[in-house]
């Protein structure tokens, strides 16, 4: 070869080389587009990558205008999971990214040196509450050097998400594809979650006799595939509780697993059947459970085991059946706990109060009330005056105390002097400090009455005091973000604190473990505890907001799991809001 052919090869080659060097650097400026190169022909080739950058470009205008109406984002599903005998909960199997697709191509085309240059961009995080699983002003940490493993979570720095064995939740958005994973799980057992619900509904159950309902539910975990994924206890401490339990395979530097409780509810009022909506309740919780089920499963590994726990709780209505768990021991170790409640707007927290409920019995002496009533007790006249006690006491009331009452019973015959009388009375205050003065001046009503009628007075309080629900903002917060990432409107904060509320025997639950207890619409303005809301809580519309609403608790949960930052802060607002109760 003579000298200037050698020449005009040296200068093809610097050429060449100026070009590659020129591409790749415009290769990796936006990972997200293929790089299409100025100083060639527009071949075939080029023409088809033009054609995709620009359905890409589209894609992204229309992921920007999703974000903007705080709606998930679309056309995204998460790889299959590893093993190909689990459901992928009718997603489409695959990693059908674009970055998928790109990260496959430079893995196998590049060699080590570029492979370190392949990582994705950083990320300006956005203000945007309804982005899911956004870093609240945490920046992204830098993974060169670490293309290969993950971190110990010993040396995650504040903000930061738990990365996932494999690469399947190493960034914000893979989060976000494991919260829709979660949420199309939900979608795909809709069909047998509105059986679950409807079962429950027609026959309504009152407290502690909620048998048809356990069975419902206890096959429904039962039934579920694949056979034995669920550890199902029927009976659990209490002839109508279950417990319901499911476990991730394992992860590495935990010292336990993170135990996750899902509630349900399903006993009925006396009279209107379920006009509470407990039997939404259940199926919230049934649903939740499995959306987070689903979710974990689709993960080649986990930075820490995990155990999904679901708790069948009976006699909310009357008893407490929450508390009798507590006493046995059935929210020993949980974590942090979840559920939801039918009502008739979109609250994260309403402040149920703190309930003391009395039997109040009047005894007297029965005799004649035409031919000698003086010799009689009217047991009857003590009832009234017990009432109209509380009546004038009234004015003296805080305005955030509450009490009402019935007589129960007023006697046998008008001309008999009535010689035994029932009165029931539940007293309701803010707090488990103010309950037990509320409680004081109202006895003190009641034995008066005693006195100036001549009757013996004998006052039984119930079981159980149903405690103040604790507020946990960390908790509730990162409710309302993912919440309204699904569309829910909620009601502002003010409005949460200055609404009307009721008691519940969760707000003990609040007492022993962090939780939630948010509030759901369902489709209907009518009121809690009448024969409207009962219908309400049958009918197919119901069905919609119920699994929306379980979809943003298992969204909420898998922050839980997969944002340490955000636990740690859960447990410290538990513990402030115990000191704050002086409990």
């Known amino acids: 070869?003579?000298?200037?052919?050698?020449?005009?090869?040296?200068?093809?080659?610097?050429?060449?080389?100026?070009?590659?060097?020129?591409?790749?650097?415009r290769m990796f400026t936006w990972p997200a587009l293929i790089p299409i190169s100025r100083s060639h022909s527009a071949s075939v080739g080029q023409k088809q990558r033009r054609a995709r950058n620009d359905a890409l470009r589209a894609k992204i205008s229309c992921q920007a205008s999703h974000?903007?109406?705080g709606s998930p984002e679309p056309?995204?599903?998460p790889r299959p999971p590893a093993d190909p005998g689990r459901s992928t909960c009718g997603l489409q199997k695959g990693r059908s990214t674009l970055r998928a697709r790109l990260w496959r191509r430079g893995r196998g085309t590049r060699g080590p040196a570029s492979r370190e240059r392949w990582r994705r961009p950083q990320r300006t995080p956005v203000g945007n509450a309804g982005s899911v699983g956004r870093r609240e002003g945490?920046?992204?940490?830098?993974?060169?050097?670490?293309?290969d493993r993950s971190p110990a979570v010993g040396t995650m720095r504040p903000g930061e998400e738990r990365p996932v064995e494999g690469g399947a939740c190493a960034s914000v958005s893979d989060l976000e594809l494991l919260k829709l994973r979660a949420a199309e799980c939900i979608d795909a057992a809709a069909e047998r979650l509105g059986a679950l619900s409807r079962a429950i509904w027609s026959e309504p159950e009152l407290a502690y006799e909620e048998h048809q309902a356990h069975g419902v539910l206890t096959r429904f975990f039962q039934s579920e595939t694949p056979a034995g994924s669920w550890a199902v206890?029927?009976?659990?401490?209490?002839?109508?509780?279950?417990?319901?339990?499911?476990?991730s395979p394992g992860g590495w530097a935990a010292p336990r697993p993170l135990h996750l409780g899902f509630l349900c509810e399903y006993d009925a009022l006396p009279g209107i059947g379920h006009a509470c909506g407990h039997n939404l309740i259940a199926e919230v919780g049934a649903a939740a459970a499995l959306g987070v089920k689903g979710a974990l499963e689709s993960l080649a590994g986990l930075p820490l085991p995990v155990k999904v726990i679901v708790l069948g709780t009976p006699a909310e209505e009357d008893g407490g059946g929450k508390i009798d768990l507590i006493e046995a021991g059935a929210f020993k170790n949980l974590d942090v706990v979840f559920m939801a409640h039918p009502s008739q707007e979109n609250a994260a927290y309403l402040p149920d109060v703190a309930e003391h409920d009395v039997t109040v019995k009047y005894y007297g002496k029965a005799s004649h009330a035409a031919a000698y009533p003086w010799e009689g007790l009217n047991a009857l006249d003590a009832a009234?005056?017990?009432?109209?006690n509380l009546s004038v006491l009234r004015q003296q009331l805080k305005p955030a105390w509450r009490v009402h009452g019935i007589i129960k019973n007023g006697g046998v015959k008008p001309n008999i002097i009535p010689s035994y009388s029932e009165l029931i009375y539940y007293f309701r205050a803010p707090s488990m400090k103010e309950l037990p003065v509320l409680?004081?001046?109202?006895?003190?009503?009641?034995?008066?009455?005693?006195?100036?009628?001549?009757?013996t007075v004998e006052i039984d309080g119930g079981a159980h005091d149903y405690y103040n629900v604790l507020p946990n903002k960390s908790l509730w917060k990162a409710y309302v973000e993912n919440g309204k990432k699904l569309g829910i409107d909620f009601i502002s904060e003010d409005a949460m604190f200055s609404g009307p509320s009721g008691s519940t025997d969760f707000g003990n639950v609040s007492f022993v473990v962090p939780g939630i207890h948010p509030y759901f619409y369902i489709g209907s303005n009518a009121l809690n505890h009448t024969e409207q809301y009962t219908e309400a809580a049958g009918s197919q519309e119901a069905q919609f907001y119920t699994l929306r609403t379980a979809k943003a608790l298992?969204?909420?949960?898998?922050?839980?799991?997969?944002?340490?930052e955000l636990l740690e802060r859960i447990r410290e607002d538990f513990k402030l809001k115990l000191q704050e109760e002086e409990f």
């Open 67 to 69: 974000e903007d109406r």
């Open 75 to 77: 056309g995204f599903s």
């Open 233 to 247: 206890q029927p009976h659990y401490q209490l002839a109508t509780a279950f417990r319901a339990e499911w476990g």
């Open 554 to 564: 298992a969204m909420t949960a898998l922050d839980v799991i997969f944002k340490p």
């Open 1 to 25: 070869m003579g000298r200037g052919a050698r020449r005009a090869t040296v200068d093809r080659v610097a050429k060449n080389r100026t070009r590659l060097i020129d591409y790749k650097q």
């Open 138 to 147: 945490a920046s992204q940490r830098s993974r060169e050097g670490t293309a």
């Open 384 to 388: 009234v005056l017990a009432y109209n």
């Open 439 to 455: 409680t004081k001046k109202a006895e003190d009503c009641f034995r008066a009455a005693a006195l100036a009628t001549g009757c």
